[in-house]
């Protein structure tokens, strides 16, 4: 009997979407992740004679940039919505220490990398750059804030340490921003594609309106969206059973909204969607109801990160790594191993926290869905050489990133709030809890 190819990707997308219910408890407190597991699963699926069609991301371009990019996108509201800590420039001087130093640092000395290592033209070595620089906001749980009121970031006071975990806070923030700001790179290296090397060809359009006017649209887009949402959502209140019945859902059209209002007038949807949730939660910080907005926006997070990990993990036996060099794989070592950390280190010194948590925002850069999209979105704007072998790379540099960051997020994050913790109970707690 002949197996239908759609009756088996359904099949798929039940287990794996069964998956996001049942796997956290599995993998609680474990050196493992829920992206670790879907890539497997993805593997072991596109292996099997069962005539799936093979996920390329070069034959079905459009597909995968718009997939990576509705998984950022739900990635973003849910990252907005469950921070605690109201914008100021003292309480998120770590975000903007990685905005501003780590990551201009990460995207120059990766297309270094690609240009002077891996030999790549200009136009992709700068590709290059952009699409790995941005710390992926869809695979990051393990090391983000957690929901909506259960940290005590909401307890502490502007710029101050205390018991709040720095480490996720700066990594969720971090995520929230920086791929919005990782944009106009990809602008740039599209620019360099499409009208030359030469920078009379493009600069000034690139500074005005990739860099300078899309950023203050995405910004007052995200503002004036939030505050429209939490008028709505806030201040008329759910009677009716059906109208109860739905409640959560407003995450969700408001994250479309804010990103497709933006993106419609020329700015970064990616911008708008986290500021809008910022507003929104900031509206109301304690109202019960920013769980339930965060509970839905984050189950569609977890539904696209499941599809998409999936579809990675069949790219990867279906010849996704095929045009690789030995030179590659060095590269995407050096780019998940030593080019953050060390650029992480360099953005957060002269920061006022402990070592340990500088070690471990610094080297939790993750790589992920957010790199896939801006690869799929550059390349479906303009013609790079060695397409292929980029997005091989670019693959290796996230697979790498999944396992390595997968195993040791749980165990690092739960000792250095251990570690915190205990040196915040007395000066010879640390020692005994050691």
């Excluded at 371009?61 to 100021?88: I, N, Q």
């Excluded at 500074?207 to 899309?214: E, F, I, Q, S």
């Excluded at 999209?373 to 697979?399: D, H, K, N, Q, T």
Aim: aromatic share 8%.
């Amino acid at each position: 009997m002949a197996v239908e190819p759609y009756v088996v990707a359904v099949t798929v997308l039940g287990l794996a979407l069964l998956g996001v219910a049942v796997m956290p408890r599995v993998v609680s407190e474990r050196p493992v992740s829920l992206p670790m597991f879907y890539v497997v699963l993805g593997a072991v699926v596109f292996s099997l004679p069962v005539g799936l069609p093979a996920p390329d991301p070069l034959a079905y371009g459009t597909v995968a940039e718009k997939l990576t990019e509705l998984g950022v996108v739900l990635a973003l509201m849910s990252a907005g919505l469950k921070l605690d800590r109201a914008p100021t420039l003292r309480g998120w001087a770590s975000t903007w220490r990685l905005l501003a130093v780590t990551m201009p640092l990460s995207i120059a000395a990766a297309a270094l990398l690609g240009w002077g290592v891996a030999g790549f033209a200009i136009p992709t070595a700068a590709l290059l750059g952009a699409v790995v620089a941005p710390t992926d906001p869809v695979l990051a749980s393990e090391v983000q804030v957690e929901p909506p009121g259960e940290s005590d970031e909401a307890e502490m006071a502007e710029g101050q340490p205390g018991k709040a975990d720095e480490v996720r806070f700066a990594l969720t923030s971090e995520a929230g921003l920086n791929d919005s700001f990782a944009f106009p790179f990809t602008y740039l290296a599209i620019a360099l594609a499409t009208k030359g090397l030469a920078p009379e060809n493009w600069f000034g359009d690139w500074l005005a309106v990739d860099v300078a006017y899309r950023i203050v649209v995405g910004l007052l887009g995200g503002v004036v969206v939030g505050y429209l949402l939490a008028t709505l959502v806030f201040r008329v209140t759910a009677e009716t059973r059906l109208a109860q019945s739905v409640e959560g859902l407003e995450a969700l059209g408001g994250t479309l909204l804010a990103y497709g209002v933006t993106e419609l007038v020329g700015g970064y949807g990616f911008l708008a969607v986290f500021v809008a949730a910022l507003v929104l939660r900031g509206v109301e910080r304690r109202h019960d109801y920013n769980d339930t907005l965060h509970s839905v926006a984050e189950k569609g997070e977890q539904a696209m990160m499941t599809v998409v990990m999936v579809l990675f993990g069949g790219a990867l036996v279906t010849g996704l790594l095929d045009p690789l060099t030995l030179v590659d794989v060095a590269v995407a070592l050096v780019v998940v191993l030593l080019l953050r950390p060390l650029a992480g280190v360099v953005g957060l010194l002269g920061f006022s926290r402990d070592w340990r948590e500088r070690a471990a925002i610094a080297f939790f850069g993750i790589r992920g869905i957010g790199s896939f999209y801006y690869l799929a979105y550059a390349m479906e704007s303009a013609a790079f050489p060695e397409e292929s072998r980029l997005w091989a790379l670019v693959g290796c540099i996230v697979l790498v990133s999944v396992v390595v960051h997968g195993v040791t997020a749980t165990p690092a994050v739960d000792w250095v709030s251990d570690r915190i913790a205990a040196r915040n109970r007395g000066p010879h707690a640390e020692e005994e809890h050691a």
